[in-house]
């Protein structure tokens, strides 16, 4: 039995759906920093699996562009945490609930 | 053969993922994350689309991980520390939101179930570079460019905020007000640079904070 589309739509429904629980639930920034990046994970595995089941290359290209995005999100989001951490000497998101450093 | 690779690759995906919620040390969430980018780089090879697979290992499972990972070294992060109680609704919150997206998911799966795919004809190569590149560069032209910008803003922003605080000339003055000093510029005995902060609202209470006498002339307020 081959793998139907839908099952790769539920497979990336379930990464998204621990994606944004994460987010939620961790207290640590990193944690939710990493969370972030499984969700992006979960919307280009649906990217793929489209475009190899109606045979277009257009949802491979996107996720290339995603990649990019997360690539640059990972080098401000980094900088962004360890400006704070020099702040705070914290990575507790509650210790950053103010926006003055 | 196809659905069994599908149920272990996914199985490993979704575990891997449930890792990185449930660690409390970041380091181990960080080698979870690198298993389910693994796992995903498998989905896509069995998704034709071996070209987007290497690049998922090389730029998410390389780059990406690496800078997360020297991060947390670099911080030295100790273990999430338990829940404070004023934060306690948070868990109830994330599994209720949880289950309105997994319900809303199984809703779009039974509605999908008589989704025709109806392949284009004539293109048996997808995902192969030799595909992919031509599109690239010619219909996909102008969302290219915009990510060259989007990079480019990315370095910038990434120096801006990861260099240190510059020191001030000797003859720098201090402005009126809430601040923060650097040491050198509060106590004239410091080391010059000594990048330690003080935060005052004016410098002679940065002097009181750290019990030091004489303030250096310039850095009076006028």
Redesign the interface.
């Known amino acids: ?3 139907q ?7 990336s ?10 987010v ?5 920034i ?2 939710m ?3 972030i ?2 969700m992006l ?1 979960a919307v ?2 649906t990217f ?2 489209f ?8 949802g ?6 995603v ?10 989001g ?6 704070i ?1 020099r702040n705070r000497e914290s ?2 998101v ?1 210790d950053a609930s103010i926006l003055k450093l | 053969m196809l659905a069994l690779l599908f149920i272990l690759f996914g199985a490993l995906a979704i575990g891997c993922a449930l890792a990185v919620v449930a660690q409390r040390n970041p380091l181990y969430s960080a080698i979870s994350l690198i298993g389910v980018f693994i796992s995903l780089a498998c989905l896509y090879v069995m998704l034709a689309a071996p070209f987007i697979a290497a690049v998922q290992v090389i730029v998410y499972a390389g780059a990406i991980m690496v800078l997360v990972v020297f991060v947390i070294m670099l911080l030295n992060v100790e273990q999430e520390e338990r829940r404070r109680t004023r934060l306690r609704f948070l868990v109830p919150t994330a599994v209720v939101l949880a289950a309105i997206l997994i319900a809303e998911v199984a809703f779009m799966l039974v509605s999908v179930q008589d989704f025709r795919v109806i392949p284009s004809e004539g293109a048996p190569d997808i995902g192969v570079t030799h595909s992919i590149g031509p599109a690239l560069f010619t219909h996909y032209l102008l969302p290219f460019e915009i990510t060259s910008i989007l990079l480019l803003m990315a370095i910038v922003g990434a120096m801006t905020l990861a260099r240190r605080a510059r020191l001030l000339p000797p003859n720098a003055r201090v402005v009126p007000g809430a601040q923060q000093l650097p040491l050198s510029i509060v106590d004239p005995n410091a080391a010059p640079d000594d990048l330690r902060v003080v935060e005052a609202d004016t410098a002679d209470e940065a002097a009181r904070i750290l019990g030091i006498k004489g303030l250096r002339n310039q850095s009076r307020q006028d």
């Open positions: 039995m081959e793998p589309l839908s099952w790769y739509l539920a497979l429904a379930v990464l998204f759906t621990i994606g944004v629980a994460g939620i639930i961790k207290r640590n990193i944690a920093f990493m969370c990046e499984l994970n280009n595995l793929v699996a475009a190899s089941f109606l045979q277009d290359v257009t491979q290209l996107f996720v290339f562009i990649m990019t995005v997360a690539a640059a999100e990972a080098a401000v980094l900088g962004i945490i360890i400006a951490f990575l507790d509650d």
